[in-house]
């Protein structure tokens, strides 16, 4: 999935996607053709599963599971 920080977008800009309503359409148009359009929905829930743990620990897990793969191979 493709992300778009809205932070890094002109206020004007930010304002005009988060305001969309529900079902409410917005054309993306480049040069007079349509380039794309967004479909306004409702607002994703907050995710409440347990947050991803830090990406030095992430690192380490993922390292720890290819050694054991590595060993149980030869």
């Given amino acids: 999935m493709k992300r778009l ?3 890094d977008l002109p206020p004007k ?7 969309l309503a529900e079902g409410e ?3 993306l148009v ?6 794309g359009h967004l479909t306004g929905g409702a ?5 409440t599963g347990e947050p991803e743990p830090p990406p030095e620990e992430q690192a380490s897990e993922i ?11 030869f």
Avoid: K, N, S, W
């Fill in 13 to 19: 800009l930010a304002q005009l996607l988060t305001g």
């Fill in 25 to 27: 359409e917005l054309l």
């Fill in 43 to 47: 607002p994703v829930p907050a995710t």
């Fill in 30 to 35: 480049q040069d007079g053709m349509v380039a």
């Fill in 63 to 73: 390292f720890e599971q290819f050694r054991a793969m590595m060993e149980d191979e």
């Fill in 5 to 7: 920080d809205l932070d």
